[in-house]
């Protein structure tokens, strides 16, 4: 889905028009942004949590080269679901494994991971494991 296409949605539920519709959701982006860059955080109730973190300097390999290279420091935007999105989710993979279930395919199985194992990477080795 588009901005387009959520502006038009919001517009025909409401009775505004696209253009008036399409600023309030360019401004709405725009304070997320600006709150971003403040304050580094911000916590939308029932969406989730939008967060600015500084992600490490590394050592990384050019995959066409296979020669080392050096990646800086940066800072990222990091999302967490809320509980109502992460439900809503859950609730649509459970449906789509139902439906495979009902046409006989074999559903994705996709491993739980409990949020207080961490997964770490070694990108000299390519080697991922459990912490």
């Given at each position: 889905?588009?901005?387009?296409?959520?502006?038009?949605?919001?517009?025909?539920?409401?009775?505004?028009?696209?253009?008036?519709?399409?600023e309030i959701v360019?401004?709405?982006?725009?304070?997320?942004?600006?709150?971003?860059?403040?304050?580094?955080?911000?916590?939308?109730?029932?969406?989730?949590?939008?967060?600015?973190?500084?992600?490490?300097?590394?050592?990384?390999?050019?995959?066409?080269?296979?020669?080392?290279?050096?990646?800086?420091?940066?800072?990222?935007?990091?999302?967490?679901?809320?509980?109502?999105?992460?439900?809503?989710?859950?609730?649509?993979?459970?449906?789509?494994a139902r439906a495979?279930?009902?046409?006989?395919?074999?559903?994705?199985?996709?491993?739980?991971?409990?949020?207080?194992?961490?997964?770490?990477?070694?990108?000299?080795?390519?080697?991922?494991?459990?912490?």
């Amino acid at each position: 889905m588009t901005k387009k296409e959520i502006v038009k949605d919001i517009s025909d539920a409401i009775g505004l028009t696209q253009l008036k519709t399409k600023e309030i959701v360019q401004k709405t982006f725009d304070a997320i942004v600006k709150t971003l860059v403040e304050d580094g955080r911000i916590e939308l109730r029932n969406f989730g949590v939008f967060e600015v973190k500084k992600r490490a300097a590394r050592k990384a390999r050019n995959p066409r080269t296979g020669d080392k290279v050096f990646v800086p420091e940066k800072f990222v935007v990091t999302f967490k679901p809320g509980k109502e999105m992460e439900e809503k989710v859950r609730q649509m993979e459970e449906a789509a494994a139902r439906a495979a279930a009902q046409q006989g395919e074999q559903p994705a199985v996709v491993a739980d991971v409990p949020p207080s194992a961490e997964v770490t990477s070694n990108p000299d080795t390519a080697e991922t494991s459990n912490q």
